[in-house]
């Protein structure tokens, strides 16, 4: 079973994504790896600027990418960008494979933490909090989602989101995203979404009081499970 | 121009290729970045055994890996694994797309190192010792390779490289990484060559007192130059 990997978005996320992918799956040599296909497209237009100020839709790139991918012989589809999922019916409607949902697969993920939360909070785009991605699937399971203000998202969030995009991954940017994090959990966060993909790959669970939960992780974890069950 | 990476070997490895070809792209946004249609096929035959057994031969695999990228688009071939380059003249005859050599870059690149170069250590697969990658491209430079002797080859080199290839990148195998190198640059080496895709997972410059040569970051910006140079 090939494993498809619709990426791109951006690139340094993806390459994170893949190395997760690698990680999360049990093998002592190669030849027990899986074989993955990945499309990395970073020219698939901005998913934040489409879904804020009408910029480019997405969508056709994003399916466009997923028919090369069941063409070459992808079996799945991850996608690890979080906000490109306001975009995913359509693209499954496109084609014949499953995306394994990366979102979902959070929120059932938070559900699952011990203790139980109540309250998370969420770095994430601009856009991925305009979709309410995150809100509408944890809000089925009575988790509510914190925000940052208007303020902190524009200047921590996503000023660090654009800088690691940049290829600029320092530790200001590390310090601006801890910054972020640390205003959830005094509103209450009991744990924290590193709710898109760039945001890992600088900030990690060393740097917050709280649980921190790694979407692409648990999609890494989710396409591999999904493997061995078809084995 | 879509970016062909064939990929697998090892998987993390690749990984590192793809982030190393990320890095070397000047690009503030997602959307200056290449395109990129990575095959990571992890269950073709191993290279070195194939070389030193007559293990199962990896050239059917990679001539489908090769094939597969083309007719997805593809319009350049790297293959971020060092031992993998003892197969790709026959891989080469049978797809129309320029497969970017690595040997061959490397090799241009360490002939400009400044101040010269004469003796280069090399830390790689007992298979592309074997195969003499190395010696042959810097032979025609007039630049002699050192190789460990063959407990250190089979005990530090090796042993590192399955433990990197098995998911234990930790401190020991860094460690006897670092003691390979140091018992090359005592018989001489100027520069020491990462000459397997696993060994700069885990060994890096600040580990050794020459210059460190990297092979899978000169592939990487040998594939943006020829990427750029192209537009």
Same mark, same amino acid.
């Given at each position: 079973m090939v494993v498809g990997i619709l990426g791109g978005m951006g690139p340094a996320a993806t390459a994170d994504f893949y190395l997760k992918l690698v990680q999360a799956t049990p093998a002592t040599v190669d030849q027990e790896h899986l074989q993955v296909l990945m499309w990395s497209d970073p020219t698939i237009p901005d998913r934040t600027e489409a879904l804020l100020t009408h910029g480019e839709d997405p969508t056709p790139a994003l399916i466009a990418g997923a028919r090369l991918l069941q063409q070459s012989g992808a079996a799945l589809l991850a996608v690890p960008c979080n906000t490109a999922h306001a975009f995913l019916g359509a693209v499954q409607a496109e084609v014949d494979i499953p995306i394994i949902h990366m979102i979902e697969e959070t929120a059932n993920s938070i559900r699952r933490l011990s203790p139980n939360v109540h309250h998370v909070g969420l770095l994430s785009t601009t856009g991925t909090q305009k979709a309410g991605l995150y809100?509408?699937?944890?809000?089925?399971?009575? =988790?509510?989602?914190?925000?940052?203000?208007?303020?902190?998202?524009?200047?921590?969030?996503?000023?660090? =989101?654009?800088? =690691?995009?940049?290829?600029?991954?320092?530790?200001?940017?590390?310090?601006?995203?801890?910054?972020?994090?640390?205003?959830?959990?005094?509103?209450?966060?009991?744990?924290?979404?590193?709710?898109?993909?760039?945001?890992?790959?600088?900030?990690g669970a060393e740097d917050i009081t709280v649980p921190f939960v790694d979407p692409a992780r648990i999609l890494a974890e989710a396409v591999v499970q999904r493997v061995l069950e078809s084995a």
């Open positions: 809100q509408t699937w944890l809000g089925t399971k009575d =988790i509510q989602v914190l925000s940052p203000g208007l303020r902190s998202q524009e200047n921590l969030v996503m000023a660090s =989101i654009r800088g =690691i995009k940049a290829g600029t991954s320092g530790l200001s940017v590390r310090l601006q995203l801890t910054h972020a994090a640390q205003e959830l959990i005094d509103a209450g966060a009991q744990a924290i979404i590193g709710g898109c993909t760039e945001v890992p790959v600088s900030l």
